[in-house]
């Protein structure tokens, strides 16, 4: 159970500017007034963070990347099921690869 | 600050809170819609503690890691980095970079978590990763209100995610290589799903679509993970410009998209 002093501080820092982001956004959207407007955009926010998660990934994959999201799409939308759908689109990508 | 205003809870005056603001039903609500993520999570979870082992981490260190950072992007960046004497600030600075989306994600959550008080929601935040948050503001998309599924959710990845690193870790070598089956796409698939999930009208693909290219080209001109922090902004511009204010409590519209 060894630990490193430098190790220890680096992990310290990274905890802190970690936990620092984590808390700034919720600390700061409470020290201004949420206008209804700003709240609207706020529920946007996570399609929108998923959509930027998903697309450059997608785009690094090329052509599987494509074919996996589609198809975890059709898989969403026939099932409704989160691990169904994640498994047909790991399971595309893994075909693609292997055809492409 | 919190003024409280749960929709349509003007007349409560007693100092009981209100009884669906925080159940164990919605804790376990939110521990099983997470369940598919987990185990996405779980899979790199070990591929992490594989890896930190490689760069010479200690268990003790790797455990005090997942701990207290527990953010595995920035983690598994800092790891590329792992060589004594450590480049600290540089460390530091990659991770604070990578973790800048959490500042929205905080943010996006507070309109919920508002309800409860600070003293029990800073705790909380520290484990909001974008697995379980996204699980959790999925379902309130779909009209979940309990703040006990946020926290369902999230705890629920964070403990697919912390025994799996230290599986990984003293598994060694004994792990196959996660692109090999495809697993290394697991967690875009399940992103995906999770916002194909969450569709509820039209418009939603306005916003969505601004951010996929803004992220789109901010991943080809900038450097590191700046897309992710560009394309969240963006749809929340969007939004904030020409969202509607169709948000009411209660249960969508069953069988979208």
């Known amino acids: 159970m060894t630990i490193h002093a430098s190790a220890l501080l680096a992990i310290a820092l990274m ?9 700034g956004g919720y600390w700061l959207m409470g020290r201004v007034t949420m206008s209804p407007r700003v709240e609207i955009g706020l529920t946007y ?5 998923l959509v930027s998660l998903v697309a450059p990934a997608m785009a690094e994959e090329g052509i599987p ?10 898989a969403m939308r026939k099932t409704n099921n989160l691990l169904i759908a994640m498994l047909t689109g790991i399971g595309t990508v893994w075909l693609a690869r292997q055809i492409i | 600050m919190g003024t409280g205003h749960g929709l349509g809870s003007g007349f409560e005056r007693d100092n009981a809170p209100a009884r669906d603001m925080f159940t164990g039903d ?6 099983q819609a997470a369940i598919p993520m987990g185990i996405g999570v779980a899979v790199y979870g070990v591929v992490f ?9 200690t268990v003790a260190e790797n455990l005090l890691m997942n701990v207290f950072v527990f953010a595995g992007a920035a983690q598994i960046a800092s790891l590329d980095m792992w060589a004594y004497p450590l480049p600290i600030l540089s460390i530091v600075a990659t991770t604070l970079l990578i973790n800048l989306r959490l500042i929205l994600l905080g943010a996006a959550a507070r309109p919920w978590l508002r309800e409860l008080p600070d003293r ?11 697995e379980g948050w996204a699980v959790a503001m999925n379902a309130r998309r779909r009209g979940e209100r309990d703040i006990g599924f946020f926290l369902g959710a999230n ?11 230290v599986a990984g870790h003293l598994a060694g070598g004994g792990v196959g290589d996660p692109a090999a089956v495809g697993l290394d796409f697991a967690f875009t698939t399940i992103f995906a799903a999770t916002l194909f999930s969450g569709y509820r009208a039209r418009f939603d693909l306005v916003p969505w679509g601004a951010a996929g290219a803004a992220a789109l080209l901010a991943w080809w001109l900038l450097p590191g993970t700046w897309y992710v922090l560009v394309g969240g902004i963006t749809g929340f511009l969007t939004g904030f410009a020409f969202g509607k204010p ?7 519209i069953d069988g979208a998209p």
Request: proline residues 7%; hydrophobic residues 60%.
């Open chain 1, 15 to 23: 905890a802190v500017v970690t936990y620092a982001c984590r808390a």
């Open chain 1, 45 to 49: 926010l996570p399609g929108a963070v």
């Open chain 1, 65 to 74: 990347g494509v074919c996996a999201v589609a198809v975890t799409a059709i």
């Open chain 2, 26 to 31: 919605g804790v376990r609500r939110g521990i």
């Open chain 2, 49 to 57: 503690g594989l890896l930190a082992r490689q760069v010479g981490l």
């Open chain 2, 120 to 130: 029990k929601v800073y705790p909380m935040l520290h484990i909001m990763a974008d």
């Open chain 2, 155 to 165: 705890l629920f990845v964070a403990l697919c995610w912390l025994p799996s690193v």
């Open chain 2, 246 to 252: 169709a948000f009411a409590p209660g249960p969508m």
